[in-house]
């Protein structure tokens, strides 16, 4: 009988930088919908091995992520139906080597580590299943596995993985080395030599065998997380590594870490081996990698919402709120949200981070927050304001409520535009329906809440000598965000 079972291990970690207007600190990429499709990237991976061979046992994944994007993990898990996904949250980030020892304290002893990142596309899961099952009887033999993609054209942006002998009666390779992100001609080279795939940084391997291996070739990241682990508490249905612990972690990746000294260092036994997988695998780091996944009209250009291309080529046009229009150009990238427009080359997609460096030395929230804003309880976003007033919509989840609070500077008035809204305002709390309003006056102790089936809808007008949102003084909160 096979003792082992496979556990997807999802990295949720990542700000997606290059990908700004749309993806920011707050809300990362892996958290978005990107191809329009209304599903999230997190979503997708949460979901991919749905499918997979019944021979192999397989348990609901384990998340490593931020502790702020938390309750945005879980809410995008239970709607994508992966409800007994357990998280762990990383007190900070520290690179995927790290988040995956922690995972694998997490672990039973008898499962069989498979890595995720949250952030990668695979439009073909039936070849990723194939791919997974190649890999399985070497990892449950102690084996590192990486799953390296057949290359379709030198690509720069990319790590390669350069393969050796073929692993008896498998379609697994020894690995001889890995290669950085090598210059247009070395990636020529590599593709024309045909002994290089992409580095997808998709790793299986069997938890005591990652556990040796970082203890032996990183033994402070090893103690660090062991340690975060060993004095880690339970939040809801959340696990919090010990913070100080984890702080101490060093930082770096799987590759770095381990895989890289696993050909030239035969003292551990642990073999590296790498499966070919042509499942139309995309790192999407920038905003040209999503040109190359989509659908593209007649000249070579990507759309995602409401765009009007005329006499455009190459193009990447995507609009979140209104219509975006070009006339006359090539090889361009075109994102419109709410808040922000980007237009860049498409060439130098890569260089769209050093718009973020700049809006943070700049000290502008619209690096790291959208006039969206997501919370556990629903969403808001800022739809108009002035001086002295601010206008919100809030919709609120059924069943959901927003903290017990008060603040020092506004007043607010509430009409309910969809849905039944409990109101606690003052020592007082009473019901609203469509078309009902109350006052909250300055200082006056309130709770906005959804008792109903449906989404409640209201807007919020502020009034008042400080809008900001740290004037929010909480008395008490369903979700833990009061400060013991």
């Known amino acids: ?262 050909p030239n260092d035969k003292r551990l036994g642990i073999a590296a081996c790498v499966v070919p997988m042509d499942a139309g695998w995309s790192d999407l780091g920038a905003w040209d990698a999503l040109w190359d996944i989509l659908p593209r009209d007649a000249g070579g250009n990507a759309h995602v919402g409401q765009t009007l291309a005329i006499d455009t080529r190459d193009s990447l046009l995507f609009s979140e709120t209104c219509l975006v229009a070009t006339v006359g150009v090539d090889n361009l990238v075109v994102v419109e949200t709410a808040d922000a427009i980007l237009v860049a080359d498409k060439r130098k997609t890569q260089d769209v981070k050093k718009i973020v460096e700049a809006l943070n030395a700049q000290k502008r929230g619209l690096a790291s927050t959208h006039r969206k804003v997501h919370r556990p309880w629903g969403w808001y976003d800022c739809i108009d304001g002035g001086e002295r007033f601010q206008v919100k919509h809030i919709v609120v989840n059924p069943g959901a409520q927003l903290s017990l609070q008060m603040h020092h500077h506004r007043a607010e008035h509430w009409i309910v535009v969809k849905g039944t809204a409990q109101v606690t305002n003052g020592d007082k709390t009473f019901l609203l329906g469509e078309n009902e309003s109350t006052f909250i006056p300055l200082g006056n102790v309130h709770r906005l809440a959804n008792p109903g089936k449906v989404p409640l809808e209201i807007i919020e007008v502020q009034s008042g000598s400080y809008l900001g949102e740290d004037d929010i003084v909480r008395l008490e909160d369903t979700y833990g965000r009061i400060p013991e």
């Open 1 to 262: 009988m096979n003792p082992y079972h496979l556990l997807p291990i999802i990295l949720c970690g990542g700000s997606g930088t290059r990908l700004w207007p749309l993806s920011r600190e707050t809300y990362p990429k892996q958290f978005l919908a990107l191809g329009g499709d209304g599903v999230s990237m997190l979503q997708d991976t949460a979901t991919r091995l749905d499918g997979l061979s019944l021979s192999i046992p397989k348990r609901s994944p384990l998340v490593v992520c931020n502790s702020e994007h938390r309750f945005l993990a879980a809410q995008q898990l239970h709607e994508a139906g992966v409800g007994a996904a357990r998280l762990i949250l990383e007190p900070a980030g520290r690179n995927t080597a790290p988040a995956l020892t922690l995972a694998a304290f997490a672990a039973d002893p008898q499962a069989i580590l498979l890595a995720m990142p949250a952030d990668h596309i695979v439009t073909n899961a039936g070849k990723l299943h194939q791919a997974v099952e190649e890999a399985w009887p070497l990892a449950r033999d102690g084996a590192m596995v990486t799953f390296g993609v057949v290359a379709n054209r030198p690509e720069t942006g990319y790590g390669y993985i350069k393969k050796s002998q073929a692993v008896d009666g498998t379609a697994a390779f020894a690995i001889q080395s890995f290669e950085e992100k090598p210059s247009l001609e070395l990636a020529q080279a590599y593709i024309a030599s045909g002994n290089y795939l992409w580095n997808s940084g998709l790793f299986m391997v069997r938890v005591d065998q990652w556990l040796k291996a970082m203890a032996a070739l990183q033994p402070a990241m090893f103690q660090a997380c062991r340690a975060a682990m060993e004095l880690s508490s339970r939040d809801m249905d959340f696990t919090r590594p010990h913070g100080d612990s984890f702080s101490a972690c060093p930082a770096d990746s799987i590759d770095y870490a381990v895989m890289e000294h696993l």
